[in-house]
């Protein structure tokens, strides 16, 4: 079993910057994706960011690229959302989400592990 513990949110300015982490604990995470996703009150449950724990490779949403930066640290089993140039519409609360082979890395309903949600509120 897979779990999943964010830390890093908070209240920020427009503009500002936040880096949210994931730990991961639980077992091996080979052939896995990570993810960071949010939900607003009111919406869905939208993607943010996505990582393929053996190749690094990041996937970003539309929204998102170009300011948000998604890592991870294998030694530390952790996954990293930084978020730079942050706006009011960033504002929601952020869920690490984990499975091995997702059918669609996009796609919230692909994951099967959850995080308990980091709230980020940027204000204007």
């Known amino acids: 079993q897979v779990r999943l513990v964010e830390s890093g949110g908070g209240l920020v300015q427009a503009g500002g910057s936040l880096r949210l982490s994931c730990a991961a604990s639980?077992?091996?995470?080979?052939?896995?994706?990570m993810g960071w996703f949010r939900q607003a009150p009111g919406n869905e449950r939208e993607f943010v960011a996505a990582?393929?724990?053996?190749?690094?490779?990041?996937y970003y949403a539309d929204s998102v690229k170009g300011r948000f930066t998604i890592s991870r640290d294998s030694a530390k089993k952790a996954v990293y959302l930084q978020m730079n140039s942050l706006n009011p519409e960033d504002t929601a609360v952020y869920y690490c989400?984990?499975?091995?082979?997702?059918?669609?890395?996009?796609?919230?309903?692909?994951?099967?592990?959850w995080g308990q949600g980091t709230q980020v509120t940027v204000s204007s």
């Open positions: 989400a984990a499975q091995r082979t997702p059918l669609i890395p996009t796609l919230a309903s692909s994951f099967g592990s």
């Open positions: 639980g077992r091996a995470f080979s052939s896995y994706f």
């Open positions: 990582i393929a724990w053996n190749s690094g490779n990041p």
